[in-house]
């Protein structure tokens, strides 16, 4: 084994932390990508308000979680196809999925439509889309791809583009203390 001895007198990389000093978006492109992170987040908070309240979109009136309902049964019971069915059937009634769902869907929607948050929210957002595509493989109209792949790559975007600096809170929330001492709050 032969050794480089300049080697170890090169300089490490210098690697800037993301931010907002360089922004590499135009301000029209800015608020598209804002319009685009409360779009997702009104979605998650629609699911989660009819789960909830049993509005008769998704979740049949009276069946709502408010009223004692499963809003997590239902779908795994019978809505889960493919090679993962077994696994998801046996999530039925276990007492942590729904509470878990329901906190997932409320919070989710709650950073990416105030602008806070945006890589957790992001991390649990590629999540639980990973998650529900698995619930039906192979998907219905692309071997492959279907709007829960879509949905979790643009939730990844949104942060990586700090989404909720434009008509959100996202400035105020990462110059808070703690948010600065633990970046990954951001």
Request: hydrophobic share 50%.
């Amino acid at each position: 084994m032969t050794t480089t001895p300049n080697r170890q007198h090169l300089p490490a990389p210098a690697i800037e932390p993301d931010g907002d000093r360089h922004p590499i978006i135009t301000t029209a492109a800015g608020r598209m990508l804002a319009v685009l992170r409360i779009v997702y987040g009104l979605t998650f908070l629609w699911a989660f308000f009819d789960k909830l309240f049993g509005w008769g979109y998704a979740t049949p009136s009276g069946k709502g979680w408010i009223d004692g309902g499963d809003p997590t049964a239902g779908f795994l019971g019978k809505g889960t196809t493919g090679p993962m069915a077994d696994f998801y059937h046996s999530l039925v009634g276990d007492w942590w999925v729904t509470p878990l769902f329901m906190v997932g869907l409320a919070g989710i929607g709650l950073a990416l439509t105030l602008g806070i948050g945006m890589r957790i929210a992001a991390g649990a957002g590629t999540l639980l889309y990973l998650l529900m595509w698995s619930a039906n493989l192979p998907p219905e109209n692309n071997p492959v791809l279907d709007d829960h792949i879509v949905g979790a790559i643009t939730v990844i975007a949104l942060a990586l583009v700090a989404a909720g600096n434009v008509w959100g809170l996202g400035k105020w929330w990462s110059s808070l203390d703690f948010v600065r001492k633990y970046p990954w709050l951001r």
